[in-house]
């Protein structure tokens, strides 16, 4: 996206049009502040979700309840909850554990599915950004 931004920049800012300048003005602003949209979001959010006796409380502190949920994927370090009729797994429904605290969560997340009669599947899964 990046290379993208700098191949349109210097085409347009070198052509004498205009219109064409000023598009690819906003253009170049607007792919900019998608970037640094991004990057904050992904060294600055710290995603927690809340397991309750019979719900979720999402990272974008959204209710879940067990109902919704059909099962749990963990991969390596990363966990997240699938929602019935869905093909990936939303964002605010996938978090990693910090460092000290994974045997603890992974006990609490086991308890939590034992207790809602969720399965565990231990494979990749795909996130919607």
Same mark, same amino acid.
């Given at each position: 996206?990046?290379?993208i931004e700098i191949?349109?920049?210097?085409?347009v800012f070198i052509s004498g049009n205009g219109v064409l300048k000023y598009f690819g003005l906003f253009l170049f602003v607007y792919v900019l502040v998608f970037i640094v949209f991004l990057i904050?979001?992904?060294?600055? +959010?710290?995603p927690s979700i809340k397991l309750e006796s019979d719900h979720i409380i999402? +990272?974008?502190?959204?209710?879940?309840?067990a109902s919704q949920i059909e099962c749990i994927y963990m991969n390596y370090r990363r966990i997240g909850f699938k929602r019935y009729g869905k093909r990936i797994?939303?964002?605010d429904l996938c978090f990693y554990f910090q460092k000290g605290q994974e045997t603890e969560g992974v006990e609490?997340?086991?308890e939590w599915a034992a207790r809602n009669d969720k399965d565990i599947k231990h494979k990749f899964f795909q996130t919607l950004v």
């Amino acid at each position: 996206m990046l290379i993208i931004e700098i191949i349109l920049s210097r085409s347009v800012f070198i052509s004498g049009n205009g219109v064409l300048k000023y598009f690819g003005l906003f253009l170049f602003v607007y792919v900019l502040v998608f970037i640094v949209f991004l990057i904050h979001r992904l060294l600055f +959010t710290k995603p927690s979700i809340k397991l309750e006796s019979d719900h979720i409380i999402s +990272t974008k502190l959204q209710k879940y309840d067990a109902s919704q949920i059909e099962c749990i994927y963990m991969n390596y370090r990363r966990i997240g909850f699938k929602r019935y009729g869905k093909r990936i797994v939303p964002m605010d429904l996938c978090f990693y554990f910090q460092k000290g605290q994974e045997t603890e969560g992974v006990e609490a997340v086991r308890e939590w599915a034992a207790r809602n009669d969720k399965d565990i599947k231990h494979k990749f899964f795909q996130t919607l950004v």
